[in-house]
């Protein structure tokens, strides 16, 4: 495996909960584990644990956000409860790209559904579920879809164009 | 010199009314990456452009992001800015990427990477470009003082200096040293533009949430800056919590103050 540099380390530390309590339990050690060139071996080791975890927790935060912003009424079902979930879940786990945002969250909402499925925005799920996929077409139904706090049931259409991006039709059934 | 703010969206309505003593704009460069033409077309009408990046991860070792590059050039063709600017920082690596902005160790090799990065986007671009400072939670150490650093980098990439005042000022608390003194070790030539908004704090740190009021030791520290360099721009970098309309005005105010210098 090649030796790496100080900005490759630093970034592996910044995603990684396990290597940076790893790292502050014994910073030799991961510094020889992860195979840092000689000349970037004294500036990783000046590195001080407090500080990374400080800058993980920022980055953290900015993928919480996006998050969010896709995740409204999950958010919302969450309250307080979502900030800590999140960083159990993201402290260890960093997302792939391409799609970084939306698989960050299907793997969150994954995590959240096998705890307690009523955490998780079922038209939300829908959504993350079809974005992830390569079909053109999907029908989900819910027999108590959720809209601005009344439970009806729901029907979401989602359709992808030539140009692969997507689009979503939805409506509620009044009985 | 010229006064003004961050574009962002939520502030459309406030900036389409042209607010007395606003001169310009800084535009968000990956804020405009889907499209969005009109817009910049529209504001550069009313207002002098900066367009600003927050991902072309200048500090990643190895060549830019292709992709990246050629979005951000795009809107800089749009929107014709005076110049550009991104940050003396890492977005990525080159096995992911980190979504924010995190600091880089003051070595002679990086110095080379950025610079070298710096100058190929602005050939690209075909426009002057500005390097910014960023706030650090952790103090990296190299063969340079940061201040050397800055200096040698902005020499050898032929930029300017995009100073962030607030970030100058978390940095100075966080890690203990005295910002002043910093300010006058920094080559006033290459200061061109400054951002500042209020600082916030997070138990011991000061963090920067660009969501506060402008405090008064960032405004006499802006005032020391533009005492020491011939600064052309100043901006105000508002994110997030944005406020009504009397608030930013007094925002806008204290720029004046800062631009006064005294």
């Known amino acids: ?175 | 010199m010229n006064i003004g703010l961050g574009y962002r969206r939520e502030l459309d309505a406030w900036i389409g009314s042209q607010p007395p003593d606003m001169d310009c704009l800084e535009l968000t460069a990956e804020h405009f990456f889907p499209g969005d033409g009109e817009t910049l077309a529209r504001l550069a009408k009313k207002f002098q452009l900066y367009v600003h990046g927050l991902g072309l991860s200048l500090g990643t070792p190895g060549p830019l992001d292709p992709q990246r590059l050629d979005q951000f050039a795009r809107v800089v063709r749009l929107a014709n800015p005076e110049w550009i600017s991104d940050h003396i920082a890492f977005t990525r690596t080159v096995e992911a990427d980190l979504g924010h902005l995190n600091p880089v160790p003051p070595t002679r090799a990086m110095l080379r990477v950025i610079a070298d990065h710096a100058r190929e986007v602005s050939e690209r671009c075909q426009k002057p470009i500005l390097l910014e400072n960023i706030t650090s939670h952790l103090q990296l150490t190299g063969d340079l003082s940061e201040t050397d650093f800055l200096n040698q980098l902005c020499e050898r990439a032929d930029c300017g200096l995009l100073l962030d005042v607030t970030n100058l000022f978390i940095n100075s608390r966080n890690h203990g040293y005295d910002a002043p003194q910093w300010l006058h070790a920094i080559e006033p030539g290459r200061i061109t533009q400054l951002h500042i908004v209020g600082y916030s704090r997070a138990g011991e740190r000061y963090t920067d949430s660009h969501s506060q009021p402008i405090q008064e030791e960032l405004i006499e520290l802006a005032q020391a800056v533009v005492r020491h360099a011939p600064v052309k721009a100043i901006t105000l970098e508002w994110d997030e919590d944005f406020p009504a309309t009397p608030v930013l005005e007094l925002e806008i105010a204290k720029l004046k103050r800062i631009r006064a210098g005294n």
Do not use: H
């Not at chain 1, 407090?50 to 900015?62: N, T």
């Open chain 1, 1 to 175: 495996m090649p030796e790496i540099d100080f900005i490759t380390a630093l970034g592996r530390l910044l995603r990684d909960g396990n290597l940076r309590d790893a790292y502050a339990a014994q910073p030799d050690t991961v510094a020889f584990r992860l195979d840092l060139r000689p000349d970037d071996r004294p500036a990783f080791r000046q590195l001080v644990p407090e500080d990374v975890e400080f800058q993980a927790r920022i980055l953290l935060r900015k993928r919480f956000d996006l998050l969010r912003r896709l995740l409204p009424d999950t958010d919302r079902r969450l309250g307080e409860k979502a900030w800590p979930l999140f960083q159990g879940y993201a402290r260890v786990n960093w997302p792939a790209e391409p799609r970084a945002t939306l698989r960050d969250a299907f793997q969150f909402c994954q995590l959240l559904r096998q705890q307690q499925p009523s955490l998780v925005s079922q038209s939300e799920w829908n959504r993350l579920r079809f974005a992830l996929s390569e079909k053109n077409l999907a029908i989900y139904g819910q027999l108590r879809g959720e809209v601005d706090g009344i439970v009806r049931p729901r029907v979401q259409i989602f359709y992808r164009g030539r140009s692969r991006r997507w689009g979503e039709f939805s409506f509620s059934l009044r009985l």
